[in-house]
Each structure stands twice: as C-alpha cells, then as structure tokens.
T-cell receptor
C-alpha cells in the first residue's frame, strides 16, 4: 500500500478519444506531481501542484490538461493524443513542493492506437 | 542543467552475486541523492538517500555513498536475491531546481 492510488491501471484509446487519469493520495500531502515514463528515457516531470495551485508546467502539449480539485485528488485529462504519448503515467505526492521523498502510485499504462 | 547518468542495462546476475550499479551526476549547488526502485507493474519506491557528501544511505542490504569528489552515488549490494529483480533509478534533488532529476534507470535481473 503506497498511499497513492491511480486509476485506471491500463488504458487503450484512439487518437480522437477523451479520457481522464485519476490519482488520489491518502497521505495528507500538499504537493502532487504527474510524470511520464517512456522506455529508455528519464522520467519526465509534467506538472506540479502545490496546495491545489499549478506551480509548474514543463512545456507539456495542451492535449494534456491537469486538474487538482483538492489536495488529495489529481486528474490528467487527455484529448486528441498522438501515438508517441503511449507511456506509463505516474502520479506522486510529497509533504510540500520540493519535499522528499516523493511517494509514487503504480501508474497508468496508456496505449494510443 | 542538472543531469544523472546511469549504466545501461539490463544487468543480469546470479543469486548471491555482488551488485554495483554506477551513477554519476552533474548539478549546480549541493544536491541530495536518491535511489528509487521500481518492481514490475508498480510505481517507484524510495530505496535509500544521502543528503551530503560522504553520507552513506542504506536499506534492505543496499548501500550507496555520496562521493562529491567523483560526483558519484553508486548502488551496491553484497548478495542479490531473485526478489531484487527490478529497475533502479538514480536521482538528484537541488533546492534551486526544486525538482527531482532522474536517470534513465537500470534493469536488474537476478537468476537462480
């Protein structure tokens, strides 16, 4: 039990679909993160939220749209994705922005047809 | 910018063999250093960390020493088990960047 739960675990979607990834943390943390993990590449930080406010957006295409309605929940809304967006998407949380360690969920494996 | 370089895998070892996974880094300032482990089908878990030069992090028989002079943080274990099969990520954190910078990961396979 990591304390960070991601759903769904696997998602297959066409390029014209709209779907959302969900992350929930039960650790009382104030910061949440979205990462993209692709084969043979370092983890890429996509977004950072601190106290429900987006504090970092690392040049992520607009087809990825994050939402943080409260400090326990984080969503990643997906729209008109490309095949190169197929990857494992990991959510993480930490006590505060920059706090260590970060606690990771098990990820959502996304495949774009 | 900050960067982490890890040896490429996969690394394949027999059970009870000695493990070394090399990690070197480039960073401005004085980073904290981490090893994370990712078991199949799971997210990353913190394995160990060191926050200043000459610190040794250790956990579950793994250890790594923060070497400022060689900018390295090599992961070692004296006797690996099949259950250690996973992907290992070296990472650094600096207050200036305020984010974790990861290496590409090294896959370890331990066979009987």
């Amino acid at each position: 039990e990591t304390g960070v739960t991601q759903t769904p675990r696997h998602l297959v979607m066409g390029m014209t679909n709209k779907k959302s990834l969900k992350c929930e943390q039960h650790l009382g943390h104030n910061a949440m993160y979205w990462y993209k993990q692709s084969a043979k590449k370092p983890l890429e930080l996509m977004f950072v939220y601190s106290l429900e406010e987006r504090v970092e957006n690392n040049s992520v295409p607009s087809r990825f749209s994050p939402e943080c309605p409260n400090s326990s929940h984080l969503f990643l809304h997906l729209h008109t994705l490309q095949p190169e967006d197929s990857a494992l998407y990991l959510c993480a949380s930490s006590q505060d922005r920059g706090g260590q360690p970060q606690h990771f969920g098990d990820g959502t494996r996304l495949s774009i047809l | 910018g900050d960067s982490v370089t890890q040896m490429e895998g996969p690394v394949t070892l027999s059970e009870e063999a000695f493990l070394t996974i090399n990690c070197t880094y480039t960073a401005t300032g004085y980073p904290s250093l981490f090893w994370y482990v990712q078991y199949p089908g799971e997210g990353l878990q913190l394995l160990l960390k060191a926050t200043k030069a000459d610190d040794k992090g250790s956990n579950k028989g793994f250890e790594a020493t923060y070497r400022k002079e060689t900018t390295s943080f090599h992961l070692e274990k004296g006797s690996v088990q099949v259950s250690d099969s996973a992907v290992y990520f070296c990472a650094l954190f600096t207050g200036g960047g305020n984010k974790l910078t990861f290496g590409t990961g090294t896959q370890l396979k331990v066979e009987l």
